[in-house]
T-cell receptor, first 109, second 113 residues
Framework: GQQVMQIPQYQHVQEGEDFTTYCNSS?????IQWYKQRPGGHPVFLIQ?????EVKKQKRLTFQFGEAKKNSSLHITATQTTDVGTYFC?????????FGRGTSLIVHP | NAGVTQTPKFQVLKTGQSMTLQCAQD?????MYWYRQDPGMGLRLIYY???????DKGEVPNGYNVSRLNKREFSLRLESAAPSQTSVYFC????????????FGPGTRLTVL
């Protein structure tokens, strides 16, 4: 079945440093979605990428979808304490979404 | 517009007890999902319902049953709870196919002793 690997599992940064999390799928994806979960909260949708090589930006967040549609990344520039949480990718290869295990971002002020 | 609601928020069971987790959405979504979240394991799909009247197994269905009661409601039942089912359970819904975002409920924290 489809597998989505996400690294790293944890990332500690000083406030102001950059952060990147990566997702890799074992199969070609039709699209990939990114979610953020704050500590004690529930996942909240951030963005969806559909096209090969697509790049989307949301303020300090940059999302990329690989040319082969098998990998994706989320980059945060100049992290803030409000960025704390776990970031998940969800690959959509078939009807069933497959979530990566998530990357927990810890920001030290 | 409450979105996705789940009850209860917290539950403690003894091994062998049964219970039903309730989920409802008011967004007229066709698809609904049940996930469990364990530390370091991400979100694992238990069951899903692509539309009213249909249910299918996900990645980790053993020990669970589901009912899509109507378009709004999708319940998850543990017939004989085991300590391995201690987890946080999330219900989610989305409008249709894989190109739509999922909306998650607040979760149920379940402990099985």
């Amino acid at each position: 079945g489809q597998q989505v690997m996400q690294i790293p599992q944890y990332q500690h940064v000083q406030e102001g440093e950059d952060f990147t999390t990566y997702c890799n799928s074992s199969t070609t994806l039709s699209n990939i979605q990114w979610y953020k979960q704050r500590p004690g909260g529930h996942p909240v949708f951030l963005i969806q990428l559909v096209k090969s090589g697509e790049v989307k930006k949301q303020k300090r967040l940059t999302f990329q979808f690989g040319e082969a549609k098998k990998n994706s990344s989320l980059h945060i520039t100049a992290t803030q304490t409000t960025d704390v949480g776990t970031y998940f990718c969800a690959g959509q290869g078939s009807y069933i979404p497959t979530f990566g295990r998530g990357t927990s971002l810890i920001v030290h002020p | 517009n409450a979105g996705v609601t789940q009850t209860p928020k917290f539950q403690v069971l003894k091994t062998g007890q049964s219970m039903t987790l309730q989920c409802a959405q008011d967004m007229n979504h066709n698809s609904m999902y049940w996930y469990r979240q364990d530390p370091g394991m991400g979100l694992r799909l238990i069951y899903y319902s692509a539309s009213e009247g249909t249910t299918d197994k996900g990645e980790v269905p053993n020990g669970y049953n589901v009912s899509r009661l109507n378009k709004r409601e999708f319940s998850l039942r543990l017939e004989s709870a085991a300590p391995s089912q201690t987890s946080v359970y999330f219900c989610a819904s989305r409008a249709g196919d894989s190109y739509n975002e999922q909306f998650f409920g607040p979760g149920t924290r379940l402990t099985v002793l």
